[in-house]
């Protein structure tokens, strides 16, 4: 069968957003931060993931995935397939709504949560610094190396070079937590369809002894084969690759005309008409703000124009 690609933000929140799923979404969890024995994540709660805006010109926008755990710890896990401009000031923007949102009037600022980001991408995001597919960040003193907050931490998983160290270094990789669940988001590849069969052929292998990894297979395949689940799931994939496309276009027509108007052009134009395609098909203003993980009030502006 042709399962669907879990790096597309539809299905990661499927499978890993859904508090029917609360098992695999805590075996998860463990296993990218290598979290152990009595340190294990044994209980979550599933929050809103809408950024609302502070101001009216502020910044809005919607995450991928939000839990807070029986630790007291939030965790916000931000999937990624297409490089964007500024990203670690941007996963740092988001860890600080979170953070400063998680305090009401009147409370004490020690009683503000520990609070981590998990950023999983498809490209490298310090591709000169360092050639590690998990890398993890605190703000230390930059002599004696002391923390100052335990309550910021960083996590950033590069699924590029995942693909390269496990084609190189196999039997290496295989000495992390995370390897399973990171085989499981590069096993297929949207753009192609195609699915690694050496590493489906390794997941069934673990889910025999590991019972969250059998779940999230059994999932895995449930999600790919729903019929409206794949609707949506092939439209945004359309609307991605059209990003994709609208991308490159528009860097070759920012060599004559400006680089920065003409991405914004180009993405522009990219989403109104993926919005009016949809719409035409009958799909509601929810449901298409939905599968782009844009506001209605977006969808509702582009279609007016």
Do not use: C
Not at 3 to 30: C, E, V, W
Not at 192 to 209: S, V
């Amino acid at each position: 069968m042709q399962y669907l690609d879990l790096k597309m933000d539809f299905m990661f929140k499927q499978l890993f957003g859904h508090p029917s799923r609360k098992s695999i979404t805590m075996a998860f969890l463990n296993a990218l931060l290598h979290r152990t024995g009595d340190d294990r994540i044994v209980d979550v709660q599933f929050e809103n993931t809408e950024l609302t805006k502070e101001t009216e010109d502020g910044k809005t926008g919607r995450l991928d995935v939000i839990v807070r755990t029986n630790r007291g710890e939030r965790i916000h896990v931000e999937i990624q397939i297409i490089p964007q401009y500024g990203m670690p000031e941007r996963l740092l923007y988001y860890w600080a709504r979170l953070f400063s949102s998680s305090l009401s009037k009147g409370e004490r600022y020690d009683t503000l949560p520990p609070t981590i980001m998990i950023a999983i991408l498809n490209y490298p995001l310090f591709p000169h610094e360092t050639d590690r597919f998990h890398t993890v960040f605190h703000i230390r003193e930059d002599e004696e190396q002391f923390l100052w907050s335990e309550h910021l931490e960083f996590h950033v998983l590069d699924l590029s070079q995942f693909m390269v160290k496990w084609k190189k270094y196999r039997r290496e990789v295989k000495q992390s937590p995370e390897w399973p669940w990171l085989t499981m988001l590069s096993a297929v590849d949207s753009r192609t369809k195609r699915m690694d069969e050496d590493m489906f052929r390794e997941l069934e292998g673990i889910a025999m002894t590991e019972q969250e990894i059998l779940e999230a297979l059994e999932e895995w395949q449930s999600l790919s084969v729903d019929p409206e689940n794949r609707y949506a799931y092939e439209m945004r994939l359309k609307w991605l690759l059209d990003q994709l496309s609208n991308i490159r276009g528009s860097r070759e027509e920012g060599l004559k005309e400006g680089l920065k108007e003409g991405l914004k052009k180009g993405r522009e134009e990219g989403i109104k008409e993926t919005i009016r395609k949809m719409s035409e098909k009958g799909m509601s203003v929810a449901e298409i703000a939905h599968i782009l993980d844009m506001t209605e009030e977006d969808v509702q502006e582009r279609l007016n124009e």
